[in-house]
């Protein structure tokens, strides 16, 4: 899938986009549905799995009785979620996103929370995606077994030197393949239903296995309901994704709000849909999914072995639904892969973007912000695929490992944003006097109210049943990002504060003389140019100067200096130690010293060169000196760059800036 | 052995000498010895071994009657190899060093071949110094056996570290462990020799062994001749760093020609005395050391088996002569440590000290030259260092494997200026007409041609017995650096070329106007002392730039800009895309195109802060900025810093440029 990050960068604003121009590219729902919901769609090709795997440690008997408890819980916490969402779609028509909800009625702190909470949640959607991904291709093609990291890593390769070339593509590209997963998905349900009504339905391959506990998981109360717990929380993988919507208000058609929501309604529907059709399927079919297949599973009362190969739960319904139709089974493989892929990409457009908001408000480095420049969001597609394949080999992209660091942050995000809009309504209510608007946000701030109840309580299962098992380290990272963007804010007020005018108590001052001296190390164009630029810039006083670093070089110099008659003094200071630099800082120093109200003007020839290693051999002396001049006050340091042939049409190499981008989103228009 | 390779800096140069107080610091003998010459010396740690490894796989009586052949005809070749560098001393009194007398007779290919060379080989000094002191060091601490690679790393790494940080000590640290070593090695070979003729001489541990010869090495002429060739050329090791002190000619005490030719004798008969005592020591206890000891020794019949542990020649005779004095066996074994440690500290100081030489002539990266900064320097040990590690890994810190690749370099250098030398009899002949003189020069000049063809043997004979074990990735290291060091040249050249004035024809012109621009972003201490500084420059046009990437922010800067009324017209740049440089490049390019004769001075305020990590937090957009702007005919950019609290006592952490230093031995007083 070449360049589909570039395309929804395309889609959303355009390669060349200006403001005012943006009204043209606003999306009409059939378009937002597949950029937006490509993530929360694709979770079902794991979620399920998740379900099935975790209620199978307790045997496949309970595996028969929990599943559908299990699914509705999920869908469940679904409806509330979406329906809490739509609120925020209408409350927050500028596509806020659940960092400024939180920011604007919780306080910079729950804002910030949230912001680490998701940085560290793209780069897990990233990891689980794409292992997820790998899984399922190794379905159809065999070969991929045993090399799932490899392929991974591979993988997130691809999709970041897509996204850094930053290739467009057309809309389609993003569409169709959203699309196709959706057919896939749903028409294998329906086919397998009429097949399960007709009673034509193939038996899954794994139908014949039993399925027995995992070794040491008993029964007993506690631990099946903790059992149930860890199930569930996997299941709500089904939910990653659904803020995408909210955040991405702007860009819909007008009326946006009521677009967005039906959207959100839209897919929440389908998520909703699918994942109780493969549940149900795989129930009908007898699809066992184990932790540990080789030793669970047990045919005619013998373990299967660690020879033995467990495909995907979508993957072992498509071979039974389509078991008289292959082409269907490769099908449902191959846009099951694409969506995946997809959804990492998702990831890889979110994560810098709420970046250069993070940038904006001081939290990242500014340069984040100001995404003229594409080397900042550069960075921040690096820092994404490098963290990411360090999860996926340290946990060798296993989704079931992943999926236990995962979720945390989007239930920290939810929770967070749905008590902040609980408190946005109770604000808003304040100051409502029609009685019928504030039924309706009395109305809204209950379900925001039970979005935030469901979310907290969600937020409080993955805790107890994950923390262990790889939570931990999510909950780590993101403590580590809350303290590192804080330090970062914190520095950026102390340096503003510092720089900041008393304008009551002083007044800048016009230094009363300027001294221009020109670092001379041989006559030559460059030198030339820096001595006569310094001359038409009319200094008080003027000066050549060079550190004699090797007698008979001075001596030559001088006396060049002489039979070309150049009409303005060469100083040369001595170097008793040969150094070069040195020499130069006193001497400016001592300028300084005797007259603290001017300022000093260092002239530094620089070489221009079109090459980077062409820049290794020249200028070194130059850039160390001026680094030192910079720490001396009362210096300007001017460059004054002497173009190589070499330097021509290499500027052509630089890359443009594109435009600021990526903000719709963001919420940041 | 702390801070040796800064110690002979100390000894040669000291800390802060003035090049005016050079000869207080002239070496006597007693301490050149010791500092030219442990490199030389100890190669009788390793080379007896290769002899006897060589010859052994002919098994045990080729060794018997064989090894004593090789050892005469290396001495040979020592005798004549020290002959002929003695007129090297005399001839280039100035520590020409093999590099300038094969530049200065042969022309700048043969100089860059020699400088090639001895780069790779001192390397590979590092490499196999380390590797055999920590073979040495199994001696007696048996529990570095099996981890040599590691051990051999963390030394390298410790000298690295050492080297790096300059730490000084007083000249006895390098004097003492080389005596100790002469003490010990020479002690034991006349304790050996009286033992030996009172008839109470201990047998080897390896004296009741059988060495079998082997496989395949039958005792066919032909391949009986190459076995002797290949142990000659293993024993040739024993000459590497001959030429140090033909290096060093300048840092002896006067007469200077003749304390160092008494010097390099004294260092050859040391030499060929050592080598000599434990050749004849190791026939007469019987020592035996095979190229694959586990199979090749036999006891009884039988193979001694993987267990066998193999100590080097130097440790078995130990353990012979000081059978009744263990003390004498530690004693033996550390002072053989330390000075293969110190002959690897010597590299440490010859590689920068030639790189330095070859940037003075254009063939490295020219701040390599101007040692004043440190990092050049740093570099250069960090190169040798890393290449060092890698050739230790690679060859698993195995003597035997890495000393195939060994003495080529050395042999090329001894040739060529061998041959160089002839050159330069002959030249000086030419005008000499004093027939004493002319005596004493064609008696120089047939040492010399003896000297080279001598040379030029042992170098086909290395290449034709090395070359397909290892020699030939030696050789191809050579070739790379040659041509990168010929193409470094080049690019020098004609940059030089390129920026020569041709005064028949040009003279600078003084540009018309001055137009400044100072680029704003905040109303702030920095901006305003930018914009002060650029009006006491009085520019004949002055204006202050701000780029509209976001219209609230560009209107408060407005608005504040006329509330405080800043005598500076502030010009507003439109930035559609939301670019920062662009609008400001094109900009100054519309100012430059109207007037061609004038020039643009663009005043940037930089933030000057203490840490690194507050660099990154700032100054991007400026630095981007600048680095586009110098690609701009007609440009000049002002840096205008403003020094941030933390930059306080920071720039006390930067390192001070030490005094050009090293370049003593290279002969570039």
Not at 302 to 308: A, E, I, L, N, T
Not at 411 to 418: A, N, Y
């Amino acid at each position: 899938m070449p360049g589909t990050g570039s395309l929804f960068k395309r889609l959303l604003l355009g390669r060349a986009m200006r403001s005012d121009k943006l009204g043209e590219t606003l999306l009409p729902k059939r378009l937002a549905l597949p950029i937006f919901a490509s993530d929360a769609l694709s979770s079902v090709a794991y979620a399920p799995d998740e379900i099935l795997l975790m209620l199978g440690l307790a045997g496949g008997a309970f595996v028969a009785t929990h599943s559908w408890q299990i699914t509705v819980a999920v869908v469940l916490v679904m409806v509330v979620v979406v329906a809490s969402y739509r609120q925020n779609v209408h409350a927050y028509p500028s596509g806020g996103g659940d960092y400024e909800v939180a920011t604007v009625n919780l306080g910079p702190r729950a804002g910030l929370t949230v912001a680490s909470a998701l940085l560290v949640d793209y780069v897990l959607t990233v990891a689980v995606s794409i292992s997820s991904g790998v899984q399922n291709a190794a379905t159809v093609l065999g070969f991929v077994r045993g090399h799932e990291v490899i392929v991974a890593v591979a993988l997130i390769a691809f999709l970041t030197a897509m996204n850094l070339r930053g290739v467009r593509e057309s809309g389609k590209a993003f569409a169709v393949p959203v699309y196709a997963f959706m057919l896939a998905i749903i028409g294998m349900g329906v086919y397998g239903f009429v097949q399960h009504f007709t009673g034509t339905l193939t038996p899954a391959e794994s139908a014949g296995l039993t399925l027995k506990p995992e070794e040491g998981q008993g029964l007993t109360g506690i631990a099946a309901a903790f059992l149930l717990l860890r199930a569930f929380s996997s299941g709500c993988a089904a939910l990653t994704g659904v803020e995408a919507i909210s955040n991405g208000v702007p860009a819909f058609k007008k009326p946006k709000s009521d677009n967005a929501a039906t959207t959100l309604l839209l897919m929440g529907t389908l998520s909703v849909v699918m994942l109780g059709s493969i549940i149900t399927l795989g129930q009908w079919t007898g699809v066992k999914i184990a932790d540990d297949p080789g030793a669970q599973l047990l045919r005619n009362g013998q373990p299967v072995g660690d020879s033995y190969v467990q495909h995907t739960a979508i993957g072992q319904l498509a071979e039974s639904v389509f078991a008289h139709f292959p082409v269907g089974v490769v099908f449902v493989s191959i846009v099951t892969g694409l969506i995946l892929v997809l959804a990492a990409n998702t990831a890889f457009n979110g994560f810098p973007v709420l970046g250069s908001i993070l940038a904006r408000d001081g939290y990242l480095p500014r340069q984040m912000h100001t995404r003229g420049d594409r080397l900042a969001f550069s960075n921040g597609i690096l820092i994404l695929a490098g963290a990411a394949i360090v999860l996926v080999i340290v946990f060798k992209a296993e989704v079931t490992a992943l999926i236990q660091l995962y979720i945390v942050g989007v239930f920290v995000s939810f929770t967070t944003s749905q008590i902040g809009m609980v408190r946005h309504w109770t604000r808003n209510l304040r100051l409502e006097r029609n009685a019928k608007e504030r039924a309706r946000m009395q109305r809204s701030r209950i379900i925001n109210a039970v979005g935030a109840a469901m979310s907290a309580t969600v937020l409080v299962v993955v805790l107890i049943t994950k923390f262990q098992a790889g939570a931990k380290y999510a909950i780590l990272a993101m403590v580590v990002l809350f303290v590192l963007m804080l330090g970062i804010k914190k520095h950026y007020n102390r340096v503003r504060d510092e720089l900041a005018i008393d304008w009551d108590v002083e007044r800048p001052m016009l230094p009363s003389h300027v001294h221009a001296i020109v670092c001379i190390s041989k006559v030559h164009k460059p030198t030339m140019r820096a001595l006569a630029y310094a001359r038409a810039s009319r200094p008080s006083y003027l000066e050549a100067v060079t550190v004699d670093v090797d007698p008979d070089e001075t001596q030559s110099l001088l006396d060049e200096w002489d039979r070309r008659d150049i009409p303005v003094p060469l100083k040369v200071l001595s170097s008793p130690y040969r150094q070069i630099t040195k020499p130069i800082l006193d001497y400016v120093r001592s300028i300084r010293s005797g007259n603290p109200r001017d300022i000093v003007t260092v002239y530094l020839p620089e070489y221009v060169l079109g090459k980077w290693w062409e820049q290794i051999l020249h200028n070194q002396s130059a850039l160390r000196l001026k680094a030192r001049l910079l720490f001396t006050p009362g210096v300007m340091v001017v460059s004054v760059p002497w173009q190589l042939q070499s330097s021509e049409g290499a500027e052509r190499d630089w890359i443009d800036e594109p435009p600021i981008s990526g903000s719709v989103r963001g919420g940041a228009l």
